[in-house]
Nanobody
């Protein structure tokens, strides 16, 4: 049974940092490619970063610099470290699996290709 669970969100002031975790069961993150996404109020869900095949990291251009992904295959957990947080970063953060293996193999980083979504973790940044 597949289960994806994000945690680590919270309320921080602008300039603060958070580290999110995504614990997976039911499949191995060493075999399947994972991505981090967020949904901020009033906007569609958007990609942040992900792991391609062989653990290659990919970042959406607008997310480079303040977001860092990592993973621990033994713990079947992926992480998202966020620094210098801004009020515009407020939203729900999700991780998910690339179900079509398109992004995994070097294709476009599309929300539509991902599934097995967790429930998300809320990040709130105050000014």
């Amino acid at each position: 049974q597949v289960h994806v669970e994000e945690s680590g969100g919270g309320s921080v002031q602008a300039g603060g940092s958070l580290k999110l975790s995504c614990v997976v069961s039911g499949f191995s993150i060493g075999v399947h490619c994972m991505g981090w996404f967020r949904q901020v109020p009033g906007k569609e869900r958007e990609g942040i970063a992900g792991f391609r095949r062989y653990g290659t990291m990919f970042y959406v251009d607008s997310m480079k610099g303040r977001f860092t992904i990592s993973r621990d295959v033994a713990k079947n957990t992926v992480y998202l470290e966020m620094s210098d947080l801004k009020p515009d970063d407020t939203g729900i953060y999700y991780c998910a699996r690339d179900l079509r293996n398109s992004f995994c193999g070097g294709g476009y980083f599309s929300v539509a290709d991902f599934g097995d979504w967790g429930q998300g973790t809320q990040v709130s940044v105050s000014s």
